[in-house]
Each structure stands twice: as C-alpha cells, then as structure tokens.
C-alpha cells in the first residue's frame, strides 16, 4: 500500500466564544450570575454599572406612566374592593421599578398589568408574596416593616449560643481551677444539638497522650464534671444518647413535682416514664405497647399515658440555641394576578429587577478607542470591547429566554396559580420546547435554579414539571397533583386507624386515578410521611 493524497468535504458543528458564554450565563443561579458579573467588571474596563443618575431618569418616566395607567384601568372597575384599591394605590403611590435598562424586558413588565397586580395583593398573599411585593405596601406598612426588621437584626446579634448559655451557668458554681476546667472542657465538646458524642475515656486519652496514670486521673474529673453539666438547664444536655436524654428530663420534671408536692399519680406516670426510658428504643420507636407492658409491668392504658408524655420531651435539649442561618431564596420571576372577573382571571410575568444587573458599554473608553480605530497596537482593546458587547447581549438573552420560558409556564399551569397543587397538570421539558421553538436541554438550563414568586409561594421552575398517571377517562393527571391528594387524605385520616399504602391506592382509583401501591409508597416517602406503625396515635 502506498501513499497517497486526497480532499474530503465534512460538516461539524463549533460552538463560538459567545455561544458558549451564552449557555454557561443561561444555567448559573442568580447567585452564580451576581459572582460572575463582578468578575467582569473587574476584568474588563469597557464593562460598567449605569449610575444612578440614570436609572432615577428612567425610573421616573416609568412611574409616571404607570401610574396613570393604573388609575384608568381600576376606574373601569365596577367592584367596590378595586376602587376602593385603586384610590389607595394612587394616594401614596409604591416606589417605582428598577428600570431595565437593556430594554429587554418585553411582554409583561411594564404596562397596567404591573399596576393592576398591586390592587389585589391583598387578596392574593401568599407564602412567597410577602417577600416580593414590599414596594406595593402603603408607607405606613413599610415604616413597619424596616422596625420589625430592626428588631429581628437586633435579636440575632443578642443571640445566646448553647455553649455561652451553659458557661454563664458554670460561673455560679463554686468549684477549682481543675474542675472548672474539666466542666469548661465537656460544655465546648457537646454537639450542636447538647449531645457529648465522645466517651470520656477517650477525651482524657487525648489530653493524657500515653501517660495512664493521668488518663486515669482526667476521667475521673470527667466523670465528676458530666454530672455537674447534667445538673444545667436545659434538662437533658451533655447526654450521650437518647435514652440518658429522655431519663435527665424526666428526672428533673420528678424533682420538680417533689418538690411542688404533685398528686402520687403523677409522680408514678413519671416514674414510669423512665421505666419505658430503661427499656431498648426500638420498641419505644415501633410503640410496642404490649411488650413494654409486660417488661415494665404496667397497665396498657397507663403506659400510653406515660408514652404520650415522653412524646412530649425534646430530644435535642440545644434545639432552641441553634442559630439557623435562614437561606433566602430570591426569585427570578414574579407572577401577579392583574384581573379577577366574573370567572376569569390573568396573571402578569415579569422579571425581578433586583437580580437583573444595569451594564452598558464605557462611553468614555469607547469613545476614545473609536477615534484610534485603525491602530493596530489597540487590537487587543477592540477585543475586550466586542467581549463586553458580547457578555451584555448573552445576559440579555439569558433574561428573555428564562422569562418565555416562565411565560409558557404560566399559560399551562394557570389553575394552579388559582387552585393550588391539586389542579397541577402534567407538563414535560418537551412540551415547553416544541411550543417555543428551543431544545430540551436549554429549557432543563432554564428551569434549573431560577425561582418564580406566585400567590401560592415561591418555587424552583422544575417544580411545574411532572409526569402524568393514567385516570379512567384516558387523560392524566400530574404527579404533583396525586401527591398532593395523598397528603389531603393522610391529612384527614383517623390517628388510631390510619391509611395503609394499599389503601391510599384504593381511594385514589376511587377518584379515577390509576396508581400502584409502590407508586403511592414513593410518593409518601417523598412527601417525608411515616409509615403506617409510625402514624399510628397512641
């Protein structure tokens, strides 16, 4: 075989610099997306923020407009709660919009149907509304909001972790220097939740090192100081497991009734509390009534009674100390109800112009890099210049395509705006494709971390996606509206007597609805439902 030459002709597909800005933009969360423009504007000086100036220009020729638009359109109103809204509206008028100033926020973000959303906020609080709606609250309202935001930065700064609780108590106690510090030592090594997970033995080991002598003496000290950390409010801290939790709260609810003389029946339902306490957790867990009766050699009915006030106990004493850093998500579309007629409602989507960041070109440096175009020592500067050209037309694509997209959304899953979960209807990645002329894969990027505020709260853009189920009638119904069905009847079940899986399926095909037991079992452990054993009332 020898060498030779020869010419082929193929087609493969390259993805330019600005496709592949495009899609990296179009899947970050809001988050991602505020990260990313700092970057820019840090790399790039032909990349700048619109200054204020301008956006209070814009800002004002808005809010004119709206405003008149909106008195016009409440005025053709014949229902006494709109006009009565409308003249509330306009006698102290919300702060305008943050204008959008790429002027691609088309198709619902401004107009009457902004202005008409704020009349019926009212009527349409949901869990989500009163997070995005602040700026159509009267003055009054808002003063109030800013003092109750005050008072909760107050309260978080004035926060008492379970650890400074437990040494401010440790400074009451008349002890040395090395039991002081014994007890100092075991209150840093509990948990968040008051729980010391480590034996003492191996906390002196780590401080004696391989002297054993002394890992003798430390655990000693331990042993004197845990009983000393178990002696603090709140009861049941520095226990090493459950069932001593449960026994430390019990023993000081028994003191407490000592000393404040409680009936004897009382102090026996205690005293058999912490015989059930003794027994393994497991069949406290499962409410093995019969066999705790028989280990415990008590009543049934008494030991229900004890078990119920057991169930009343905190398993986790450092509950209540825990600082939980709320994550708040901020949505990236908002949904407003602009109109309720007589069986006819509509719904706004516009973006939130909160997460939508003002850029435009640097007019200065432009300017100048104009004027020395044919230069060819500013190549490099014409680059940076088309990038920051690029990175602003990508972002706002990124905002067109996630408000179609949520658009789209809204006009098939319009009852559930107005019904809830249970009139979701069955919705695929496909069917927002095929309707808006995109792949799969970029309407999957859309959904994926973006937010949408509606009346009935706030939710991720994959949540209106579900398969359907099979009913009688040869449609289908939406996964999310079955499991909402199940929660209804779990919800409205008999404690002592609760819904099986098998039953659950029984009366969902008694609404029409096709679903196997397994499927149900799925979706109630998706729902975080307990089984049946778990749910049963004592």
Not at 372 to 392: D, K, N, P, T, V
């Given at each position: 075989m020898k060498p030779g030459l020869s010419l082929r002709v193929s087609q493969h597909l390259s993805l330019t610099p600005q496709l592949q800005q495009s899609i990296q933009l179009l899947q970050l969360s809001t988050l991602e997306l505020a990260q990313e423009v700092e970057q820019m504007l840090n790399d790039n000086p032909f990349l700048e923020r619109e200054t204020e100036g301008e956006?209070?220009?814009?800002?004002?020729?808005?809010?004119?407009?709206?405003e008149s638009?909106?008195?016009?359109?409440?005025?053709?109103?014949?229902?006494e709660y709109q006009a009565q809204a409308a003249s509330e509206f306009i006698a102290?008028?919300?702060?305008?919009?943050?204008?959008?100033?790429?002027?691609?926020?088309?198709?619902?973000?401004?107009?009457?149907?902004?202005?008409?959303?704020g009349g019926l906020d009212g009527e349409w609080g949901g869990e989500g509304s009163s997070e995005w709606d602040i700026s159509a609250a009267p003055a009054a309202k808002?003063?109030?909001?800013?003092?109750?935001?005050?008072?909760?930065?107050?309260?978080?700064?004035?926060?008492?972790?379970?650890?400074?609780?437990?040494?401010r108590q440790a400074l009451s106690l008349h002890l040395g220097a090395e039991d002081r510090a014994a007890l100092s030592f075991l209150i840093e090594s509990l948990n968040d939740d008051g729980y010391l997970e480590e034996p003492l033995a191996e906390l002196a080991a780590g401080l004696a090192g391989g002297d054993l002598e002394e890992r003798e003496e430390l655990e000693q000290r331990f042993a004197i100081a845990l009983k000393l950390l178990q002696s603090l409010e709140p009861a049941g801290v520095g226990a090493r497991d459950l069932a001593e939790c449960l026994q430390l709260?019990?023993?000081?609810?028994?003191?407490?009734?000592?000393?404040?003389?409680?009936?004897?029946?009382?102090?026996?339902?205690?005293?058999?509390?912490?015989?059930?306490?003794?027994?393994?957790?497991?069949?406290?867990a499962r409410?093995?009534?019969?066999?705790?009766?028989?280990?415990?050699?008590?009543?049934?009915?008494?030991?229900?009674?004890?078990?119920?006030?057991?169930?009343?106990l905190e398993p986790r004493p450092g509950r209540r100390f825990a600082n939980v850093e709320r994550q708040i998500v901020v949505p990236d579309v908002i949904v407003r109800p602009v109109r309720a007629g007589?069986?006819?409602?509509?719904?706004?989507?516009?973006?939130?112009?909160?997460?939508?960041?003002?850029?435009?070109?640097?007019?200065?440096?432009?300017?100048?890099?104009?004027?020395?175009r044919g230069e060819e020592?500013?190549?490099?500067?014409?680059?940076?210049?088309?990038?920051?050209?690029?990175?602003?037309?990508?972002?706002?694509?990124?905002?067109?395509?996630?408000?179609?997209?949520?658009?789209?959304?809204?006009e098939r899953q319009k009852n559930f705006f107005v019904h809830g979960e249970l009139a979701m209807r069955p919705l695929v990645l496909r069917d927002i494709a095929d309707a808006l002329g995109l792949h799969e894969s970029t309407i999957s990027r859309v959904t994926t971390a973006k937010y949408m505020a509606t009346p009935q709260g706030t939710f991720e853009l994959k949540y209106f996606f579900g398969s359907g189920l099979g009913t009688e009638t040869g449609g289908s119904a939406s996964s999310t509206a079955v499991r909402a069905l199940i929660k209804q009847f779990v919800d409205a079940e008999d404690p002592r007597k609760p819904l099986s899986d098998a039953k659950l399926a029984d009366m969902l095909k008694e609404q029409g609805i096709e679903c196997a037991r397994r499927t149900v079992a799925k979706y109630r452990e998706q729902l975080k439902i307990p089984t049946t054993t778990l749910r049963k009332a004592l």
């Amino acid at each position: 075989m020898k060498p030779g030459l020869s010419l082929r002709v193929s087609q493969h597909l390259s993805l330019t610099p600005q496709l592949q800005q495009s899609i990296q933009l179009l899947q970050l969360s809001t988050l991602e997306l505020a990260q990313e423009v700092e970057q820019m504007l840090n790399d790039n000086p032909f990349l700048e923020r619109e200054t204020e100036g301008e956006a209070d220009a814009h800002e004002a020729i808005a809010a004119s407009a709206n405003e008149s638009l909106i008195a016009d359109e409440f005025r053709s109103e014949n229902s006494e709660y709109q006009a009565q809204a409308a003249s509330e509206f306009i006698a102290e008028p919300a702060p305008a919009e943050t204008p959008q100033t790429l002027e691609w926020n088309t198709g619902g973000n401004d107009g009457p149907d902004d202005g008409d959303a704020g009349g019926l906020d009212g009527e349409w609080g949901g869990e989500g509304s009163s997070e995005w709606d602040i700026s159509a609250a009267p003055a009054a309202k808002g003063r109030q909001a800013d003092d109750e935001e005050n008072d909760a930065i107050s309260l978080a700064c004035e926060h008492e972790s379970l650890t400074d609780h437990l040494h401010r108590q440790a400074l009451s106690l008349h002890l040395g220097a090395e039991d002081r510090a014994a007890l100092s030592f075991l209150i840093e090594s509990l948990n968040d939740d008051g729980y010391l997970e480590e034996p003492l033995a191996e906390l002196a080991a780590g401080l004696a090192g391989g002297d054993l002598e002394e890992r003798e003496e430390l655990e000693q000290r331990f042993a004197i100081a845990l009983k000393l950390l178990q002696s603090l409010e709140p009861a049941g801290v520095g226990a090493r497991d459950l069932a001593e939790c449960l026994q430390l709260q019990l023993r000081d609810l028994l003191q407490q009734a000592e000393d404040e003389g409680t009936t004897p029946a009382r102090l026996s339902l205690l005293q058999l509390a912490q015989s059930i306490c003794a027994q393994p957790m497991d069949l406290l867990a499962r409410r093995d009534v019969r066999k705790l009766a028989g280990l415990c050699g008590a009543r049934e009915e008494a030991l229900r009674e004890a078990m119920a006030l057991i169930a009343r106990l905190e398993p986790r004493p450092g509950r209540r100390f825990a600082n939980v850093e709320r994550q708040i998500v901020v949505p990236d579309v908002i949904v407003r109800p602009v109109r309720a007629g007589a069986g006819r409602v509509e719904f706004a989507v516009r973006l939130n112009p909160d997460v939508m960041p003002q850029l435009k070109v640097h007019d200065v440096y432009a300017g100048v890099l104009r004027r020395h175009r044919g230069e060819e020592s500013h190549g490099l500067l014409q680059q940076r210049l088309q990038e920051a050209r690029w990175f602003i037309k990508n972002i706002q694509q990124r905002f067109d395509t996630i408000l179609r997209v949520s658009e789209a959304i809204v006009e098939r899953q319009k009852n559930f705006f107005v019904h809830g979960e249970l009139a979701m209807r069955p919705l695929v990645l496909r069917d927002i494709a095929d309707a808006l002329g995109l792949h799969e894969s970029t309407i999957s990027r859309v959904t994926t971390a973006k937010y949408m505020a509606t009346p009935q709260g706030t939710f991720e853009l994959k949540y209106f996606f579900g398969s359907g189920l099979g009913t009688e009638t040869g449609g289908s119904a939406s996964s999310t509206a079955v499991r909402a069905l199940i929660k209804q009847f779990v919800d409205a079940e008999d404690p002592r007597k609760p819904l099986s899986d098998a039953k659950l399926a029984d009366m969902l095909k008694e609404q029409g609805i096709e679903c196997a037991r397994r499927t149900v079992a799925k979706y109630r452990e998706q729902l975080k439902i307990p089984t049946t054993t778990l749910r049963k009332a004592l």
